[in-house]
C-alpha cells in the first residue's frame, strides 16, 4: 500500500460533503474571509469553522488570522494526492477500455 493512502483517506473524507467541496471550489479561484465564505450557505459561522477545520485537518487550505480577520487560502499541491490516486487508476481502467474497443472492433467486423 502507498505511503500516500492515510493522505488520500484524509482528503477523500474531507471532500466528501458538499459544503466542503463548494468551499474548495471558491478557494480555487482566490484566497477569502470566513465571513465571504460563509455568506452562500445557510449555516451559523461556527458550523462553517467546523467544515474549514476538516478541510486544514487534511492538509486542504490554510488560514491566516489578522487582527479579527480569518483569511482562508487553498493550499498549494493540496490535490495533488487525489491527482496522483486517480492516474493510478486510469491506467488499469484504459486497458481495458482498449480491450473492450479491440473486441468490439472484430465483432463488427465479423458482422459486415
Not at 482528503?11 to 474548495?24: G, I, K, N, S
Not at 482562508?72 to 482498449?98: C, F, I, K, Y
Given at each position: 500500500?502507498?505511503?500516500?493512502?492515510?493522505?488520500?483517506?484524509?482528503?477523500?473524507?474531507?471532500?466528501?460533503?458538499?459544503?466542503?467541496?463548494?468551499?474548495?471550489?471558491?478557494?480555487?479561484?482566490?484566497?477569502?474571509?470566513?465571513?465571504?465564505?460563509?455568506?452562500?450557505?445557510?449555516m451559523a459561522l461556527p458550523?462553517?469553522?467546523?467544515?474549514?477545520?476538516?478541510?486544514?485537518?487534511?492538509?486542504?487550505?490554510?488560514?491566516?488570522?489578522?487582527?479579527?480577520?480569518?483569511?482562508?487560502?487553498?493550499?498549494p499541491g493540496a490535490l495533488?494526492?487525489?491527482?496522483?490516486?486517480?492516474?493510478?487508476?486510469?491506467?488499469?481502467?484504459?486497458?481495458?477500455?482498449?480491450?473492450?474497443?479491440?473486441?468490439?472492433?472484430?465483432?463488427?467486423?465479423?458482422?459486415?
Amino acid at each position: 500500500m502507498p505511503k500516500y493512502y492515510d493522505e488520500l483517506d484524509a482528503v477523500l473524507r474531507a471532500l466528501a460533503d458538499p459544503t466542503r467541496r463548494a468551499v474548495v471550489e471558491r478557494l480555487a479561484k482566490s484566497p477569502a474571509v470566513v465571513s465571504e465564505l460563509a455568506a452562500p450557505f445557510s449555516m451559523a459561522l461556527p458550523s462553517l469553522m467546523q467544515h474549514l477545520r476538516v478541510l486544514e485537518n487534511a492538509g486542504l487550505v490554510t488560514s491566516q488570522k489578522h487582527g479579527r480577520v480569518r483569511t482562508v487560502s487553498l493550499r498549494p499541491g493540496a490535490l495533488d494526492v487525489l491527482h496522483l490516486w486517480l492516474g493510478e487508476q486510469r491506467t488499469p481502467a484504459e486497458r481495458q477500455a482498449d480491450r473492450l474497443g479491440i473486441h468490439l472492433t472484430r465483432t463488427t467486423t465479423k458482422e459486415i
